[in-house]
């Protein structure tokens, strides 16, 4: 573990100057992409703007036949497409390099930073089990940039699949100053974990709770509850991304076309405290931007709590409701996040201009 005193120091001679901060990029979505498929690639170039983020993915769903492809086709494309990635962009780029252990990761890394490190925004790390994972990528990723001459630091998100990983969780957030954030990985975590489930993320009617039995009438229907399988862990993701300020993703929703069950999620993983999650298919972009914005109705509210609280101490009734300095900061959290996308979105800009907040 570095000291205090050094964490913030470059960790190759000439490399760039680690961010003391992560930027708040709106980041909705993810949209993965294969960049060796080429009818998926094609398509890259007129999705810029349509989403926050495109990510060229390079580990598992794209076959081993096509590793090479792949990483040849990302170069490509980060090369061709003038808007796409880097600081000022409307869409950032990112990638998923394959795993550590694969005999595929040092070509990407070594490729992608010196060809296209100026556009690369996040490098996304598959499987990671401990800050040592982290480690090996920054100092790597610190020569690299040095050897491209780069002047800002590309930064690291963590995949959370392995159990090893989740009981890591804190020391992974804080491994350098380089982590952006953590996704959820549901489908290697539930195979680590020996989860009898068969889907990539989403829930299972058997993970349930039922209401209790009527003594008068045993045999009678008793309710049942779904429950959610990733609570425990999109909860501690999303502490351990607070404490370090970092950002915490949903991950994939497999089952492409129940859109009603992945807005579910997408939903249940905003309100806890997820800024994005990752779309596998275009129809999930327009899912996961409209559910990882507060609504006009959010808003409206949230400036009216605002506006009652004046200096912001103390409290107020709004509505038969107390409002005080915490929900104030509730409210703030969504009034920024509302800003933020103004900035980017002119639709939902427009939408929160046009919110009238009463007294
Ligand atoms: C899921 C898919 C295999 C579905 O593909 P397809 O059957 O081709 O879908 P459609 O026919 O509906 O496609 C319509 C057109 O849209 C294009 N398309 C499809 N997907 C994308 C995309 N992601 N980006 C851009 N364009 C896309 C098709 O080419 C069609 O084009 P056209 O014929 O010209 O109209 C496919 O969507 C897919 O492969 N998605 C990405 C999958 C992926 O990245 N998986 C990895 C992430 S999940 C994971 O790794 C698990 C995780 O790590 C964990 O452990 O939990
Ligand atoms: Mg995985």
Redesign the pocket.
């Given at each position: 573990m570095r000291s205090s005193k050094d964490f913030f120091r470059p960790l190759a001679v000439g490399a760039p100057q680690p961010v003391t901060e992560i930027p708040a990029r709106p980041s909705r979505a993810i949209?993965?992409?294969?960049p060796s498929?080429e009818?998926?690639a094609?398509?890259?170039p007129q999705?810029v703007g349509s989403v926050d983020v495109l990510l060229g993915?390079l580990?598992?769903?794209v076959k081993a036949d096509n590793k090479e492809a792949a990483r040849a086709g990302l170069v490509r494309i980060a090369k061709e497409t003038a808007e796409l990635g880097g600081q000022s962009g409307p869409t950032q780029l990112w990638t998923r390099i394959n795993a550590l252990d694969s005999p595929w990761v040092l070509d990407d890394l070594t490729t992608l930073v010196t060809e296209i490190g100026d556009k690369l925004d996040v490098i996304m790390v598959?499987k990671v089990q401990g800050a040592e994972d982290i480690h090996y990528v920054d100092r790597l990723l610190a020569q690299l940039e040095a050897r491209a001459g780069l002047e800002r630091p590309i930064l690291v998100h963590a995949?959370l699949?392995t159990a090893r990983g989740v009981a890591n969780i804190e020391e992974i957030c804080g491994a350098s100053p380089r982590m952006q954030g953590l996704s959820?990985?549901?489908?290697?975590?539930a195979a680590d974990r020996r989860m009898k489930t068969t889907r990539?993320?989403g829930g299972h009617p058997g993970y349930l709770v039922r209401s209790d039995p009527d003594p008068d009438q045993p045999d009678a229907h008793r309710t049942t509850y779904q429950q959610d399988l990733w609570h425990y862990t999109i909860a501690r993701m999303v502490d351990a991304c607070a404490m370090h300020g970092i950002y915490p993703y949903y991950?994939?929703f497999?089952d492409?076309a129940d859109v009603v069950a992945c807005e579910d999620q997408f939903r249940n993983a905003f309100l806890l405290g997820c800024v994005g999650t990752?779309?596998?298919?275009?129809?999930q972009i327009e899912i996961a931007n409209r559910v990882f914005a507060p609504s006009a109705d959010d808003i409206r509210h949230a400036r009216r709590v605002v506006a009652a609280m004046g200096d912001g101490t103390g409290a107020v009734m709004l509505d038969g409701k107390m409002e005080d300095d915490a929900s104030l900061k509730q409210c703030l959290v969504m009034v920024e996040l509302a800003e933020q996308l103004a900035a980017i979105d002119p639709k939902l800009k427009a939408a929160y201009d046009a919110v009238e907040v009463s007294a």
């Open positions: 949209h993965f992409f294969d498929n009818k998926m094609a398509k890259v999705m993915n580990e598992d769903a598959p995949i699949e959820l990985g549901p489908a290697d975590l990539v993320g991950g994939p497999g492409i990752w779309s596998l298919h275009p129809k």
